[in-house]
């Protein structure tokens, strides 16, 4: 985990990444437990990577920006859909933290300042093959500019791994911390091991966190619950008022209302199609309009809430960090949200000792915060 400065004006954050004892070497982890991009994302990602950083000698994070549209343009020239291109810099990248989008203007994003050392002298070496943007085809007159070399690099520069249990370890932990969505059980076939499985375990506790698996058995990793209550009362990665309710209503339409109606029995968050637009959940008039849209796209970036299609909403991955008591505390929100004057949620909220009127939503974190 580093401490990443924000370029252009924007916060700092933390970022998780791969370190260089822990990156896997190649045929180490199967493709599946890592992120990847599909085809045109990873060229659309190559053109913004070219265009933000000229010269392979420097490091890449946090480069210069760049404009939205030069990098659409040459994607499209390079024979890439359009809208497929739209998408990527729109929400593809940003999401992967791999571009941080600021209107037109683009800047990479903090998830390259966490690239570890040996994957930045790869794109080093096949920096002249990136493809330039549009701004820098020609220079002062019209010439065409010089061509960046190939960065040499010596051979004995890129670190090898032994294939240790301590290394398999570590790459299996960063590999479940980095994730987007829970790690399908085939490609971390070494937790089938129960010795190995509770050296995870071991590894993770002084962290705050633990092991956990989904219901269709796959595997990821979430807060212990004691944390996640510290965190709450320091008021740390909580969510504001307004994402809480956007969240609650996403749940409400894809998850607790299809659930009353038989469509589904299970009390999962995620793994089904249901979803809500934009005006369905506008049909709340609490909310703004402006006020959802800038909620859910904060709650898409944390992962809380995905797109099946564009402008489809979803429960997102992060849910299925969340343990069986930390999720059953959700489901009870729900009950005090969508009937909050039954019987019900009056003895939840006897239990829980909260004095709010029923309807009212309380400006501090509650129990949805704790997942």
Same mark, same amino acid.
């Given at each position: 985990? $580093? ?5 252009? /004006? ?12 822990? #990156? ?21 990602? &190559? ?43 729109? =929400? ?21 300042? #966490? ?27 019209? *010439?065409?500019?010089?061509? !960046? ?105 894809? !998850? ?8 589904? =029995?299970?009390?999962?968050?995620? /793994? ?7 005006? *369905? ?5 609490? $909310? ?12 898409? +970036? #944390?992962?809380? !809430? &995905?797109? +099946? ?8 991955? #992060? ?15 729900? $009950? ?5 004057? /039954?019987?019900?949620?009056?003895? $939840? ?17 509650? *129990?949805?915060?704790?997942?």
């Amino acid at each position: 985990m $580093i401490r990443v400065h924000g370029a252009g /004006g924007a916060a700092d954050v933390l970022v998780l990444g791969w370190d260089g004892e822990t #990156a896997p070497a190649t045929g180490s982890l199967t493709t599946g437990g890592r992120l990847g991009l599909s085809p045109v994302p990873t060229l659309v990602w &190559a053109v913004c990577l070219r265009a933000a950083w000229p010269q392979p000698e420097r490091s890449p994070y946090p480069g210069g920006p760049f404009r939205r549209a030069d990098i659409v343009s040459l994607c499209s020239q390079l024979g890439a859909d359009g809208e497929a291109v739209k998408q990527a810099v729109d =929400r593809t990248l940003p999401e992967a933290g791999l571009i941080a989008v600021d209107g037109d203007e683009l800047r990479l994003g903090a998830a390259v300042a #966490a690239l570890p050392a040996v994957v930045v002298e790869g794109l080093r070496r096949g920096h002249h093959l990136l493809p330039a943007p549009l701004a820098d085809a020609r220079a002062g007159d019209g *010439e065409p500019t010089s061509v !960046v070399p190939p960065h040499e690099v010596p051979a004995d520069a890129e670190p090898t791994h032994e294939m240790s249990d301590w290394y398999v370890l570590r790459s299996a932990i960063a590999t479940l911390e980095t994730a987007r969505r829970p790690v399908p059980r085939g490609e971390l076939l070494m937790l089938a091991d129960p010795a190995m499985r509770a050296a995870v375990e071991r590894a993770l506790l002084p962290c705050g966190r633990q092991l956990r698996q989904t219901a269709d058995g796959n595997w990821i990793t979430g807060f212990c619950d004691p944390l996640a209550d510290a965190l709450v009362a320091e008021g740390v990665g909580t969510l504001a008022a307004v994402d809480r309710a956007v969240l609650a209503l996403v749940l409400l339409h894809t !998850v607790a209302i299809p659930r009353a109606q038989g469509r589904h =029995r299970h009390n999962r968050w995620t /793994g089904e199609a249901h979803t809500v637009t934009l005006a *369905e959940l506008a049909s709340n008039r609490r $909310i703004s309009k402006a006020a959802m849209r800038a909620a859910l796209r904060r709650l898409r +970036a #944390a992962g809380m !809430v &995905a797109e +099946a299609t564009t402008g489809r909403y979803l429960p997102g991955p #992060a849910l299925d960090r969340m343990s069986e008591a930390r999720s059953n505390l959700l489901w009870e929100d729900l $009950i005090l949200v969508g009937r909050p004057d /039954g019987q019900l949620a009056a003895a $939840i909220r006897r239990r829980r000792g909260l004095d709010a009127p029923p309807g009212e939503l309380p400006d501090g974190p509650t *129990e949805t915060d704790r997942m």
